[in-house]
């Protein structure tokens, strides 16, 4: 049974950093690409960032470009986002994503076939 699980989420005042982790198990995702999403209260779940199999391929959308870093440690199944200078705005449920199959990133949350539950980051102004 494939699994995702993320950790590393929390309280967090403005300006300040966290680092979430997003374990995989049941299946390796090293040739697969890797996603963040999050889903702030009251809207859709949207991109965060992306890697590809290739570890030097990655994208973010425009909100958190230059503040967040996706990495991902194949050795380990585990994939990471790095949140430096948090908004408030970034306050959401953050979601790890897996393409099963699927060597490049994507921005679009039906390409990818496994989810994790989520972790809560909240930024406090």
């Known amino acids: 049974q494939v699994e995702l699980v993320e950790s590393g989420g929390g309280l967090v005042q403005a300006g300040g950093s966290l680092r979430l982790s997003c374990a995989a198990s049941?299946?390796?995702?090293?040739?697969?690409?890797m996603g963040w999403f999050r889903q702030a209260p009251g809207k859709e779940r949207e991109f965060a960032a992306a890697?590809?199999?290739?570890?030097?391929?990655?994208s973010y959308a425009d909100s958190v470009k230059g503040r967040f870093t996706i990495s991902r440690d194949k050795a380990k199944n585990t994939v990471y986002l790095q949140m430096n200078s948090l908004k408030p705005e970034d306050t959401a449920v953050y979601y790890c994503?897996?393409?099963?199959?699927?060597?490049?990133?994507?921005?679009?949350?039906?390409?990818?076939?496994?989810w994790g539950q989520g972790t809560q980051v909240t930024v406090s102004s």
């Open positions: 994503a897996a393409r099963g199959g699927y060597r490049s990133a994507s921005a679009f949350s039906f390409a990818y076939q496994y």
């Open positions: 890697i590809g199999w290739n570890t030097g391929s990655t």
């Open positions: 049941g299946r390796t995702f090293s040739n697969d690409a």
